[in-house]
């Protein structure tokens, strides 16, 4: 039983290897109500948790609320000070007073249990239910929350829940910053006494951050320590604020919207949030990651068991210039070198020359493809391929038939300018006709090509966004739009059922578990350079599995950085995700198509390691000295080990591997030497790509089977 029942008001969710404990305490005085986090930490049997739930709590200050930062949603309301995880208004008081109305567990089938406390305020007709769900067999825990109203109720912030984060001799955040084509770029430092927020306010999940952050008791490492992390399944603008106390004690609200929004709900109305997600870890940074990769496998992703195929995507070889002749001969070589899946990137509709004009005008484009698209695409399946294509269904060109039949599907507020961004507008998804218009089409254009394959791309982040003839309730265009995307693309998937699709949002501005829960793989940045990919995919991977990290092997200099890197470590880098190739094929030589082809064949091999296995970043700052990942699926162990600067006497030579079976014999597919996993982890390797002396960028994979 993951919820197990301690008390009347307090209750354990007990996981494989941590235990949450909650309870609903109410001040004898004011009756008011509060549901606490008592503990959460490593696993504690039932008794052990009851006796947390009496552990005295420490004295404050009266210019400080005892409790507050435990709080499972610390409401506008009473004396607390802290950033609220629930504001409400009602007419022009602002302040709820919660009680106790009541809590039951829901058995959700599979060994799923949810625990749901009622609370009600004092005065006002309004209810906020607290949602926590246990799946069997992982360590994350999901919370939500959800606010009925029943006379009308203006809230202006509602977070999924705030997580407190116990007693620590020190604080220390991790996250991930980043920038267009510069995503996921892991942080990490003491945690400031203060609040530290993370957040978009663009509308979608954003480039300069992504939502989560763990939080960790100062020393953690990669294997050792302890590690608290919270993330939130949602893919509209978010903040994750951490609140470390002055007194002690830190805690991490979770929510959708952003300050200075309003949702006002009428009499009977309900607003539910989206999922956070939060997870104890003793095992360090690494194992934390395991944990958030084995949730997203059996928690979130649609199709976590299929091998993920090798994508061939036109866009950094032909840019807008999209033919039908081009295409088929990048197809021919694609499929020549052992490419499963070509898509078709950007340039194939409208008048779609350039990024000025025509998203909303989803039509072949007349000067190039005058007779339409099928004939392409019966040449790309005849050559064995299946086949994909590049669409931005939220996307809007001024310059657009669309827009010129419907100005008004664009995000828009009244007597307001509509700045563009990269030339375009978005189109509002909370709108039913809107929703409809692209369904209709998407639904067509994957029936009449028979697509395989969708890659969705957004790229503009919303800015004067309101939706006029909604008036007052226009603010809710920022949550409804995201909700009406997860829409189209659930009922996309319900008519297609082998669609698959890929979120980009101008590199990797839509990556999150709310988003995951609808897509297969994500893009997570425009920047194909190798070596800054490795970075890229440090933070990824923090998070989100190898198993839906899209990676293309592209040309050099490359397009963005003008570096110059190998063949075969723009190959191994790519292998570290689901491999793609992105470079114009038609300019390769053919030695370079005859190793490209031998690098897919190793990789097909491994590739179920690769994307389903469990990921160790073993050694190494990546990108920027020797370093080391490695996978372990069933019997196979997959290590891809980089060298950068060839030539640096500096810097290990052995390679440690880790989480095997010690006593067992691992047989090196290299030369056939058996090595003791003991060996193997205690002495490790000697890879060819460390040693001291040679060229720049060399990097191999060292394939290892328990015996
Ligand atoms: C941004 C994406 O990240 C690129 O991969 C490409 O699809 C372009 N958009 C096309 O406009």
Redesign the pocket.
Known sequence: MPVTPLDDHHWAVITPASTYVLGVEIDPRTGEAAPRQTYWGPRLTPEAARQVTTVPRRHVSSFSTPGEIEELLPVDGGTRWGSPSLQVAFGHARSLELRFAGARVHDEGGGTERLDLVLADAHHPFEVVLSVRAHPGTDVIERWTTVRAGAEAAITRLDSGNWFIPDAAAYRYSGVFGAWAEETQLQRGPLPVGELTFTSRQGITGHMSNPWVMIDEGAATEEHGEVWGVALAWSGSWRVTSTHRPEGGACVSAGFGHDGLRWTLSPGEELVTPVTLGLYSSGGFGAASRAWHEYARAHVLPTPAEDRPVLY?S?EAT??AVTEEHQLELAKTAASIGVELFVI???WFGARDD?TTSLGDWFPHRGRFPEGLRRMFDGIRDLGLRAGL?V?PEGLSKESELYRAHPDWALHMEHRRRDEKRRQLVLNFARDDVRAWAFGWLDRLVTELGLDYL?W?M?RPFTQAGWPERGATQDRVWIEHTRGVYRVMAELRERHPGLRIES????GGRTDFGILRHTDEV?PS?NTDARDRQTVHHGFSQLYPAGVMSAWVTDVPNATTRRTISLRYRFHVAMSGVLGIGGDLSEWTSAELEEAADLIAQYKRVRATVQRGRQYRLAGVPGQERSAVQYALGDEVVVLVYNPIGNAGRGPRRLRLTGLDAEALYELAADGSRWYGATLMASGLRPAAWEPIGDDHRSEMVVLRKL
Do not use: I, R, V, Y
């Not at 980009?504 to 590199?507: I, L, Q, S, T, V």
């Open positions: 995507n866009w840019t807008f990137d950007d340039g990024d590049w931005e890659k791309d790229n980009c949002a101008g590199g893009w425009d």
